[in-house]
Structure formats: structure tokens, C-alpha cells
């Protein structure tokens, strides 16, 4: 699962990221955010979401995107 | 009157509390397996950092079993008083709308603040006065709600230590009897440390015990 600060919401750990990779020559750098991934082994993929909604993402301040991998 | 204060694993505010609550009334820990709520008046969610806050704070000590006692004690009109870690923890489990983010500046902030009394209509605040000064010490106290809610504490113009929104400092939910704060009035109540203003928050609470002032 691949956590995000929903769009709209001030990120400032983006927007320090995003200022120290200039200061190291990386130039055209935008839009940095910083989420959180969470990995695991689950039986049944469909309590993913319900998963997400009620304990690995905060759905009012995070977006997640499920990721399955057989 | 008697409070109960929580202790979850990493509760670090939980004896401050005790004793601030003990200075107005009884004060008991409970812990945070524990489903008895010890018959206590009121409830105070402490600050620290319980569970080691993973994941985000405050986010998984909301399904510890005395956080089941506490949403049932808060749906029957009992007072919910929580501080900081304990704000974050009653947003987390719904019985307070809005979130905690990282602070703007991503700094650890402790310091004194001034505070605004903008609700006196709350068992939290019947008793204080206009301005409280009292510490906050917290990475993740960024208020953040996207619909209106019952502001009971500002930050003074130039005191908000986090870029919570409009210098929101404390809310209270639609009936009035569970209170969030991320300052701590704990912290103020001997003026060996600077301040007692805090103190007010906890006779409020005993007045509104006391009274048995009847919650909206």
C-alpha cells in the first residue's frame, strides 16, 4: 500500500525534500511528497481497502493506492 | 469528583496528569488493557507517545480495549479530556472531528504559548479566564478539519507554534463533552514552572462534575 498526504494538504517534509535537492545539483525538481509504504502478505486481498480506510491510512488527511503482487 | 487517566505503552504525561486531576479532585490510572473504567467522573487521554505512535500518532492506541470503554463512556455524556498525544488519540477514534499533521515547520516545538478562550460554554472552560499561558511540546499538532467545527481554544496572533489552522488549539465535539487540546495544562499548575493556568481546565471540569451541568 502507498500512503500520500492528500493533494491540497501543506506537506512540509515534501517541501523540505524538495529544497535540499537543488543544494546537491539535482535541478527541475516539483511536486515532491513523502508517503509511507506499507508491505505485507495477506490470505484475502479484498480487506485491503478496509484495511487502508481504517488503520494504515487516515482517509481524511492520506490517500493509498493498493499494490498486488502474486 | 474522580478522573481516570490513561496509561497506554508510551504515556509519558500520564503522572502529570494525575497529579494536576489530583489537585482538584481523586485521579486513578487506568490501563490501557483494562475495560473498567472504575466508575471515574471524567477521562483524561494523556500525552506521550502511545505505541510508539507508528503509523501515525495516536493511530493505533485508538483500538486499545480501554479506548472501547472511553467512546462508550463519551456516547452516554461522560467528560473526555484529551492532551496532546491525547487529542491526536480522540481524533484517531473519531470522538473528535479533524486530524494532527506534522508541524509546518517539521521541528519539535516546546514553549510557552498564549491561548484564547473563544468558547466559555464548555465543562472544559466554564471557569477560565479570557487568556490562558500555558506550554505545548509536540512535532504533530497541525490542526487540520475540512468542515466547520466548535473551536474552544485559539493561539493567540503570533503564538500558533505549528501552522494549525486558524490557530486552532483546542475543539470540542457537537455535544460538548469531549475536549482535544495540544497544549498542556498539566504543565501549568505550580507556579514553580512559570504558570497555573492551566489549573482552570481541571476545576472547570470538577464545577461541571459537580454541578452535574446537564451536556447539550
Known sequence: ?70 | MKFGVIRFPGTCDDVDAQLAAARVGEAELLWHRDRDLKGVDAVIVPGGFSYGDYLRAGAIARFAPVMESVVEFAREGGLVLGICNGFQILCESGLLPGALLVNNHLKFVFRQVQLDVVDHNTPFTRTCPPTLSIPVKHTTGRYYAPEPVQVVLRYAPGHNPNGSQDDIAGVVNNAGNVFGLMPHPEHAVDALTGSTDGLAIFESIRAAVSERIPVA
Open chain 1, 1 to 70: 500500500m502507498l500512503i500520500r498526504p492528500k493533494a491540497g494538504i501543506l506537506d512540509p517534509q515534501g517541501q523540505a525534500v524538495q529544497r535540499a535537492l537543488p543544494a546537491l545539483g539535482f535541478d527541475g525538481v516539483a511536486n515532491v511528497h513523502v508517503g509511507r509504504l506499507v508491505e505485507l502478505d495477506v490470505e484475502d486481498p479484498e480487506q485491503l481497502p478496509a484495511m487502508c480506510e481504517r488503520l494504515l491510512a487516515n482517509p481524511l488527511i492520506e490517500d493509498y493506492e493498493i499494490i498486488e503482487q502474486a
